[in-house]
């Protein structure tokens, strides 16, 4: 199964701050890259698709790097129910979709 | 429309006990995902079914573990002779298949496993 390695944090900012993590992959044969978000004792939850042309979504911006095999989330201005673990996913091609084991956040006062 | 749906919610259980798990998908979704997560631990893929078939099972991390779906519909998840290290959260999602993966799976919440 192909690697995709996600920096675990956790990643500790103040309300207001701009966060930005990267998830780099393995399989430059890959087409579908998602991000989720997982709160304590949760299930994961679709937070965005990632396209090529990356995608913003309110204060999110998702970003593809083909040539440099990864995907990025960025967040800005924080807010305190942003703190929680991204997880980004990747898939399609020949194996089944791959979840990293996500970085936490921590959004404080 | 629902999303989907996972039975029991929490099933606490002696070791060496048979427990059955149930996943009810989201409608049409031809795509079924079973995932296990310890506590603070990532998601680690289990078994996948494309249909009533399951092409890769080999995330299945002993025989005692087994899985089927039918009517391209239900999955149940069978953990037999149960052990303390299968306590965890076992998450079962789904997706439309438009191209291998290329879908967002959604998830259901999930069944909390403790054995005693």
């Known amino acids: 199964r192909k690697e995709v390695e996600q920096d675990p944090g956790p990643f500790n900012v103040p309300e207001g701050a701009t966060v930005a993590f990267n998830c780099t992959y393995s399989?430059?044969?890959?087409?579908?890259f998602f991000w989720y978000r997982q709160d304590c004792r949760k299930e994961p939850k679709l937070l965005m698709s990632?396209?090529?042309s990356g995608n913003e979504d309110g204060r999110f911006t998702a970003q593809l790097n083909r040539a440099s095999q990864y995907i990025s989330l960025l967040i800005r201005d924080s807010k305190l129910s942003d703190s929680a673990t991204y997880l980004c996913?990747?898939?399609?091609?020949?194996?089944?979709?791959?979840f990293g084991r996500g970085t936490s956040l921590i959004v404080h006062p | 429309g629902a999303g989907v749906s996972q039975s029991p919610s929490n099933k606490v259980t002696e070791k060496g006990k048979d427990v059955e798990l149930r996943c009810d998908p989201i409608?049409?979704?031809?795509?079924l995902y079973w995932y296990r997560q310890r506590l603070g631990q990532g998601l680690e893929f289990l078994i996948y079914?494309?249909?009533?078939?399951?092409?890769?099972k080999s995330g299945l991390p002993s025989d005692r573990f087994s899985a089927e779906r039918t009517g391209e519909s239900v999955s149940t998840l069978t953990i037999q002779r149960t052990q303390q290290e299968d306590s965890a959260v076992y998450l079962c999602?789904?997706?439309?298949?438009?191209?291998?993966?290329?879908?967002?799976?959604?998830f259901g919440d999930g069944t909390r496993l403790s054995i005693l």
């Open positions: 999602a789904s997706s439309f298949s438009g191209g291998f993966g290329n879908q967002p799976q959604h």
């Open positions: 399989n430059s044969a890959s087409q579908s």
């Open positions: 990632v396209y090529s």
């Open positions: 996913v990747v898939g399609g091609g020949s194996y089944i979709p791959t």
């Open positions: 409608s049409g979704h031809t795509a």
């Open positions: 079914f494309q249909g009533n078939s399951a092409p890769d």
